[in-house]
């Protein structure tokens, strides 16, 4: 909501728009009027984005996720820490960690508050909407096709 986000066919990664709570991953929260690029991701070959309101994420070739933008729902997957509020935000992109770390994810999808991960073995990991501040494992759906 507000931004914009773009994955070139070079897999660099663009965005534009509101700025406020860290959700273009460049460090500011100022508005940007033209697509840039963010920085930190440059380096990372990323294959697919996916984005809520107001926070994104980015799927690298190597199966890691990063996050970015309003975390006061834990929707990043990358924790809380001591900033769980409604100001709560990474504006930088910041790898998610815990259960997925040194797992292949292969997909990503965002909703408003929420995000969810599937590996490269079919399990399906969800986080946010004040639920889970970190990627958990949908146990249940571990034998559905």
Same mark, same amino acid.
């Given at each position: 909501?507000?931004?914009?986000? +773009? %994955?070139?066919?070079?897999?660099? +990664? ?16 100022? /508005? ?12 990372? /070959? ?18 890691? +996720? ?18 769980? /509020? ?18 292949? +994810? ?35 759906? %571990?034998?559905?096709?």
């Amino acid at each position: 909501e507000y931004s914009t986000t +773009v %994955l070139t066919t070079e897999g660099e +990664v663009l965005t534009c728009g509101a700025g406020s709570y860290g959700r273009l991953g460049n460090l500011e929260t100022i /508005d940007q009027l033209y697509l840039e690029p963010i920085e930190l991701l440059g380096a990372e /070959d990323v294959t697919s984005i996916a984005c809520g309101h107001a926070f994104g994420l980015a799927l690298n070739s190597s199966g890691i +996720v990063h996050a970015w933008g309003r975390n006061n729902e834990g929707q990043l997957g990358t924790g809380m820490g001591l900033a769980a /509020d409604m100001y709560a935000m990474e504006s930088l992109p910041r790898p998610i960690e815990g259960l997925l770390e040194g797992r292949t +994810v292969v997909k990503i999808a965002a909703g408003h508050a929420h995000a969810a991960a599937v590996t490269n073995d079919g399990a399906l990991f969800t986080w946010g909407m004040n639920y889970t501040h970190e990627p958990k494992l949908e146990s249940s759906l %571990l034998h559905a096709k």
